[in-house]
């Protein structure tokens, strides 16, 4: 027959079972914490998510506030052009401001790599904003050449009128591109005339000697074809038939190619 338990034993039975009672409440309760803050991890990314995907324009909502926060920044999604030009003071009105804001961008950059407050997001937010001045100036001064090759191809095409009519005209047009015009156009009427005077000294010398020393111009047969061309067709004729047949040749496609 078994033995009845003594009181002390009872009591440290009922001690026992206490403890496990006492320790089974403290790990439901640490699950229960664990669980919650899963939850709230889990609703975290899922928001973190939708402002980088910028669902329902959230994300360029929350930039204004957030762009400045390091770390919490990296969240947002990738700047817009439009989000750019508010940011940075709109467009620019010509290419010299661009260059300046340029200038001012690649300063910050510099000094924002080299500070210990440096962060990725910051250095990416320059970095674009940059690059896309970089193409602004690149297109504007893409039509400014533009501008100035059409000036130039109607002042010096094949039907214009004679150079010596643009110099009136050229004092009168638009200021900055008139002065590179017209200094073109002053210099070309000098060296023109000092072509002239170069093609009628070869044509008083013998062809054979005006031919020799043309000959000796290979560096420069640009200019030896414009001295040809300024002779008569007899005087020219007679200068490349005294010339070596290649030299001529060449210098013939040069005059007419």
């Given amino acids: ?71 919490i920044n990296m969240i947002l999604p990738a700047a817009t052009d439009e989000d750019i030009a508010k940011e940075t003071g709109g467009k620019y009105k010509n290419l010299s401001e661009a260059i300046d804001r340029i200038n ?36 504007a001064q893409y039509y400014q050449d533009l501008k100035d090759k059409f000036d130039r191809e109607v002042v010096y095409a094949d039907n214009a009128p004679d150079i010596e009519n643009y110099k009136q005209w050229y004092e009168s047009i638009d200021a900055d591109n008139a002065a590179k015009l017209y200094q073109q156009v002053v210099k070309d009427l000098q060296e023109s005339q000092r072509v002239k005077d170069w093609a009628e000294a070869y044509s008083k010398m013998d062809a054979e000697k005006a031919a020799a020393i043309l000959e000796e111009m290979t560096g420069d047969t640009n200019l030896v074809a414009k001295i040809l061309n300024c002779m008569t067709s ?14 001529a040749a060449k210098i013939t496609k040069i005059m007419y190619p």
């Avoid at 924002?112 to 602004?136: C, M």
């Avoid at 005087?235 to 005294?242: E, H, K, T």
């Fill in 1 to 71: 027959m078994a033995k009845k338990k003594s009181k002390e034993e009872l009591d440290i039975d009922n001690d026992l079972d206490m403890g496990e009672e006492s320790e089974s409440a403290g790990g439901n309760k640490f699950l229960n914490i664990l669980i919650v803050l899963a939850v709230i991890i889990v609703w975290l990314a899922i928001f973190a998510l939708l402002i980088k995907m910028n669902v329902g324009g959230i994300g360029s909502m929350l930039r204004p506030y957030l762009k400045n926060i390091p770390g």
């Fill in 104 to 139: 001012e961008l690649e300063s910050q950059l510099d000094n924002y790599k080299n500070s210990d407050s440096s962060d990725s997001q910051t250095i990416s937010e320059l970095q674009a904003e940059i690059a896309r001045l970089k193409v602004f100036e690149e297109n």
């Fill in 234 to 247: 007899k005087q020219r004729g007679a200068v490349l038939a005294a010339m070596d047949p290649v030299y």
